[in-house]
């Protein structure tokens, strides 16, 4: 694998020309990296789809740099292998189940590779900007080969690309230069401190281990770092147009109709986003009716904006929401067990932990988590008088009651438990739809099973389930280029109830964090499909409520419409499409 620099790198000198030509011809006489083969096919689907998370796993790993050609290349090859291998298979002969199976392994690849295209697109939107990264790129690909390297080779091309970088920084700096998209700017701004910390691994496999190519590079890697962190800086500031200590402004980095509609057929929603606005409309309207009626129960007339500002000054005192969250954990796991809702296994009960948000953390959740643990947001004594407040407000008794469930048993903690020990190898096949829908699903269920003592819990219900369906109006504006981000905060503020901080935090956290475009819209959305096969299935009589819910939980995560399938026990065919209107 020879030394290769980009295209776009400065003029070299003869010396390092020679002295790199000599690099590349050491290097390209030891075995280049073989084309990704499938080298067994096991008989099982499980086993085969164990196979591809392990394989997929360890092709990550070697190639952790988001944007790198050869993981492009690598990623592309390995899916369509995989795809050309199963279609091998003999699906006719399948059971349910293992046409579940087949099915979610090709949509899971066919998604990868347009995810990939995703990924490429952005990277050519960038790659003027950071014309200098597959040269980073390149060494760290040298490294992690093991493939020989000299010092001085290295210090060459270390000190080639601090060039660049100075001319790309003065460049972006010159006030003639054209305006650069704030999006773009911001992906290249996170890029580059991708490649700041790549290059800090990259030299601290060679630091101390090897005297003298740290004699050569030591100097070159220490300019070149700061070069990179302050180049990522300019980016941010000067390419993006945001201030030094701007950190609340958010940008996000929408996707587009066209890669929406392909996410969409991947977790097998059969509408479009327009539709599914319109459904979240539909709901929308019938929160704003309930929420009405819970005013009015509250001797507040049709005032909601009254109703629920009462209901967020009820909230414990400083240091008293752990034991409150512990009581409504208890109350939850009595009301769905006693009802015989769903099995909770002893150890489900008993084995659950409780955290507390970090301050920081709180900026992107401040709302509580769940999980393996229920993960609490409350004020800190680092906070301001105002953000203390506003946390308070957020997480009020009757809002956290409302979504104690969805975070716990019998929400994303019952959900963990059984993943672990049901069908696991279809982990890989993780849907929001799934995931979300589900906790989604039981704060619909609650609802109609009368949970809410009173009209302040009702208000607390309806407050989230109006959040949810705001989700889905907000996201998919913000993707389609109809929202910006600050329309999408006043949009909670407005309509949902939001403290501005809080909605501020959701907008962050929708768009800036790792979330994928849909899953802010999966909640609402999946638990109206489990709604839709609930009455199917269990108001019709088909079966009962502890059978249905204990058959998804051991079915593990899927799109819906395959839970469907797996319910109902229907052979799906070979050419199966998505076209299931819930």
């Not at 394989?55 to 050309?84: G, M, N």
């Not at 490429?120 to 690909?141: D, G, I, N, V, Y």
């Not at 093991?146 to 920084?169: F, H, M, W």
């Not at 929603?269 to 319109?278: H, V």
Request: include cysteine.
């Amino acid at each position: 694998m020879p030394l290769i620099v980009s295209q776009c790198s400065l003029p070299w000198t003869r010396r390092s020309i020679l002295t790199l030509l000599a690099t590349a011809t050491a290097v390209a006489e030891r075995p280049k990296r073989a084309p990704y083969v499938l080298e067994t096919m096991p008989a099982a689907l499980p086993e085969l789809i164990d196979r591809y998370r392990a394989d997929l796993r360890a092709i990550d790993a070697f190639y952790p740099l988001t944007y790198a050609s050869t993981r492009f290349e690598v990623l592309r090859e390995f899916h369509q292998v995989w795809l050309k291998n199963i279609e091998q298979l003999p699906f006719d002969s399948f059971d349910v189940e293992s046409r579940i199976d087949w099915l979610m392994l090709r949509n899971t690849n066919q998604r990868a590779l347009a995810l990939l295209d995703l990924d490429e697109s952005r990277w050519r939107e960038m790659q003027a900007l950071l014309s200098f990264a597959p040269s980073l790129w390149r060494l760290e690909e040298i490294r992690q080969r093991v493939d020989p390297i000299e010092g001085r080779d290295a210090a060459g091309v270390l000190v080639t690309v601090n060039k660049q970088i100075q001319e790309l920084d003065t460049w972006l700096k010159k006030p003639d230069t054209p305006k650069q998209s704030q999006t773009v700017a911001l992906r290249a701004h996170r890029l580059a401190l991708e490649l700041a910390a790549s290059l800090k691994r990259w030299f601290a496999f060679y630091q101390g281990y090897d005297p003298v190519f740290e004699w050569w590079v030591k100097d070159p890697v220490t300019k070149l770092s700061k070069a990179l962190t302050d180049y990522a800086t300019t980016l941010r500031e000067r390419g993006a147009g945001l201030k030094k200590d701007d950190r609340d402004t958010i940008v996000g980095d929408p996707i587009g109709r066209e890669a929406l509609m392909s996410d969409l057929r991947a977790d097998m929603i059969a509408y479009t986003p327009d539709e599914l606005i319109e459904i979240a409309n539909r709901e929308f309207a019938w929160c704003e009716t309930e929420l009405r009626k819970a005013a009015k129960e509250m001797g507040l007339g049709d005032d909601t904006k009254a109703a629920v500002e009462r209901v967020k000054n009820l909230h414990p005192n400083p240091g008293g929401q752990p034991k409150m969250i512990l009581d409504m954990v208890t109350e939850a796991i009595e009301f769905v067990t006693s009802r015989n809702l769903v099995t909770v296994p002893q150890l489900a009960r008993d084995s659950w932990r409780v955290l507390m948000m970090s301050p920081e953390r709180q900026r992107i959740n401040p709302f509580f988590l769940g999980g393996e643990s229920i993960i609490i947001s409350y004020p800190t004594d680092t906070m301001t008088h105002e953000e203390k407040l506003m946390s308070m407000r957020g997480n009020n008794e009757h809002f956290s009651r409302a979504v104690v469930h969805h975070e716990l048993i019998p929400g994303h903690n019952l959900q963990r438990f059984y993943n672990q020990r049901h069908r696991s190898y279809r982990a890989v096949f993780e849907t929001p739809f799934w995931r979300e829908g589900w906790a989604l699903w039981w704060e619909m269920l609650l609802w109609d099973l009368n949970f809410p003592r009173n009209a302040e819990d009702k208000v607390g219900m309806l407050f989230w389930r109006m959040h949810r369906c705001a989700r889905i109006i907000f996201s998919l504006k913000f993707h389609l280029g109809q929202m910006k981000a600050p329309e999408c905060v006043d949009f909670l503020v407005d309509r949902v109830g939001h403290e501005r901080d809080n909605a501020a935090a959701e907008v962050r956290r929708s768009f800036e964090g790792t979330y994928p475009p849909l899953y802010q819209a999966a909640y609402m959305l999946g638990g109206l499909q489990i709604r839709s096969l609930y009455r199917d299935l269990v108001a019709s009589g088909k079966m009962t409520p502890r059978a249905f819910h204990d058959h998804i939980l051991k079915g593990n995560a899927l799109p819906i419409e395959m839970v469907r399938a797996s319910l109902t026990q229907t052979k799906l065919d070979k050419n199966f499409v998505a076209k299931w209107r819930f």
